[in-house]
T-cell receptor
Framework: NAGVTQTPKFQVLKTGQSMTLQCAQD?????MYWYRQDPGMGLRLIYY???????DKGEVPNGYNVSRLNKREFSLRLESAAPSQTSVYFC????????????FGNGTRLTVT | KQEVTQIPAALSVPEGENLVLNCSFT??????LQWFRQDPGKGLTSLLLIQSSQREQTSGRLNASLDKSSGRSTLYIAASQPGDSATYLCAVKDNNNDMRFGAGTRLTVKP
């Protein structure tokens, strides 16, 4: 029962470097999401994909891009990392966007120096 | 814009105690509300989902209630155990599928 798998678990970047966070789910879910979690704050939505072939901005999309590669995979790219992007990033999926519980991966802890 | 607040930020109780975690939200026009558990270094696990038309949901020792008119939800944990120690987050979804999370309550259950 893999559920939602994120790679890598940890990453350190220098300012200006780029990287892609990978996410895959094996539950045949239609919707996938990327969140960031910062200390003392709730999770904030970066981007989501309601279904294969579609992506939309969330609350904090600036500095990020996403790709819904297929139904299983949803990647998050930082083109030019900034210290403000130091955070824990979570990928999540759900059967549909409205009324299904979210299933989360274990997160990627990213530090930008 | 919906704002979700969880107070207190941290709570410590002795094992066996019944406890209540609070979640308040500013806009009562919600679609559903979820309670999650997060263990250190892990992702969130969905515990209970309450539809806007429901008043409560139960799963084992957990009971979540919803009062839309007052903008409040509570998570009741009966007979707490050390294994219940975790951070509990609530999240509110509106009719536009926009979900807002609270910052969570960190619960410690002492043996």
């Amino acid at each position: 029962n893999a559920g939602v798998t994120q790679t890598p678990k940890f990453q350190v970047l220098k300012t200006g470097q780029s990287m892609t966070l990978q996410c895959a789910q094996d539950m045949n879910h239609n919707s996938m999401y990327w969140y960031r979690q910062d200390p003392g704050m709730g999770l904030r939505l970066i981007y989501y994909s309601a279904s294969e072939g579609t992506t939309d901005k969330g609350e904090v999309p600036n500095g990020y891009n996403v790709s819904r590669l297929n139904k299983r995979e949803f990647s998050l790219r930082l083109e030019s990392a900034a210290p403000s992007q130091t955070s824990v990033y979570f990928c999540a999926s759900s059967s549909d966007r409205s009324n299904s519980p979210l299933h989360f991966g274990n997160g990627t802890r990213l530090t930008v120096t | 814009k919906q704002e979700v607040t969880q107070i207190p930020a941290a709570l410590s109780v002795p094992e066996g105690e019944n406890l209540v975690l609070n979640c308040s939200f500013t806009d009562s026009a919600i679609y559903n509300l979820q309670w999650f558990r997060q263990d250190p270094g892990k992702g969130l696990t969905s515990l209970l989902l309450i539809q806007s038309s429901q008043r409560e949901q139960t799963s084992g020792r957990l009971n979540a209630s919803l009062d839309k008119s007052s903008g409040r939800s509570t998570l009741y944990i009966a007979a707490s155990q050390p294994g219940d120690s975790a951070t509990y987050l609530c999240a509110v979804k509106d009719n536009n599928n926009d979900m807002r999370f609270g910052a969570g309550t960190r619960l410690t259950v002492k043996p």
